[in-house]
Nanobody, 115 residues
């Protein structure tokens, strides 16, 4: 019903930057919450950031001041600009959308930060 396609992951050195993109398609409704989660090896999935359709945002403490989430409602897209990357940011990053009480997830994209 809803499909999420992520791009932008890759390898980067500590201190570098990456920009993740996620395009949603299918049955997308006006009021939804979009966001990014990540899961590192041996750890549980955690919220990185989310954003409502009006633009209000929330960030995990570990990424505040370094990451910026944004969205383009006309394109049903959400982005994550990641600056000053650290090795601890290494994880699989998942795009998400919550609408009408139902969560949807992308397939994940690998981000690896070398020291």
């Amino acid at each position: 019903q809803v499909q999420l396609v992520e791009s932008g992951g890759g390898l980067v050195q500590a201190g570098g930057s990456l920009r993740l993109s996620c395009a949603a398609s299918g049955s997308i409704f006006s009021n939804n919450l979009m966001g990014w989660y990540r899961q590192a090896p041996g750890k549980q999935r955690e919220l990185v950031a989310n954003i409502i359709s009006g633009g209000s945002t929330n960030y995990a403490d570990s990424v505040k001041g370094r990451f910026t989430i944004s969205r383009d409602n006309a394109k049903n897209a959400v982005y994550l600009q990641m600056n000053s990357l650290k090795p601890e940011d290494t994880a699989v990053y998942y795009c998400s959308v919550l609408q009408r009480g139902s969560p949807y997830w992308g397939q994940g994209t690998q981000v690896t930060v070398s020291s």
